[in-house]
């Protein structure tokens, strides 16, 4: 017998394992916080881009005699009011996965403009209560085309006034949709009722 130590394992094999555990568990947690973040993300994203397109419809009336625009190719009457790069992402929800959208002009969008609101006056009596845009699966439409497409049923609605709202479908269907005359002397704002209060 030799004099020699026994020689010890190499500990490769453990600093493997547990580079692999380590990894894996990372994996989990990020895996977990992908689905719990990005909902909210996808949601404040539509969200921004309704109020963003309302707004453009908005500025649209200003430099049209206060006519918003007409509901047949709404997309390329307000994308002028975006900036070249912007102009795609803003038209399309980011949680529509439909791989066909509805379309005008070459503009796919993932919002439905109000019937009743083509060629309207942006100075109404009811801006504040008047759904203007929605997430929808027609360019153009009533209370039926709504697509709530968010988490928990929710869509998200810019009114005639500029603000957006997140809001459920029954909520929804409670909506007037046809813009009144302003008051006079109004200007075509009146008080916010309680059911518009929200995220702007």
Not at 45 to 60: E, F, I, P, W
Not at 168 to 178: D, G, P, S, W, Y
């Amino acid at each position: 017998m030799s004099d020699r130590p026994a020689r010890k394992p190499p500990r490769v094999l453990g600093t493997a394992c547990l580079t692999i555990v380590f990894l894996m568990v990372g994996a989990l947690v990020f895996i977990w916080m992908m689905n719990i973040g990005e909902p909210d993300f996808l949601l404040n994203a539509c969200h921004s881009n309704v109020k963003q397109l309302t707004l453009a419809m908005r500025t649209y009336a200003t430099d049209q005699a206060g006519l918003l625009p007409p509901t047949d190719c709404w997309p390329s009457a307000v994308t002028p009011y975006f900036r070249e790069n912007s102009q795609l992402l803003v038209l399309r929800c980011p949680s529509d996965r439909r791989k066909e959208r509805q379309s005008c002009a070459g503009l796919e969008t993932s919002y439905c403009m109000n019937l009743a609101c083509g060629g309207a006056e942006a100075k109404m009596g009811n801006a504040n209560q008047v759904p203007l845009l929605w997430d929808g699966e027609v360019l153009r439409g009533g209370r039926s085309s709504l697509a709530p497409r968010h988490r928990d049923h929710i869509a998200v609605v810019g009114f005639a006034d500029g603000h957006a709202r997140r809001m459920l479908e029954a909520e929804f269907a409670t909506r007037a949709l046809k813009p009144e005359p302003p008051a006079p002397g109004g200007g075509g704002v009146t008080p916010p009722s309680p059911l518009t209060k929200g995220p702007t």
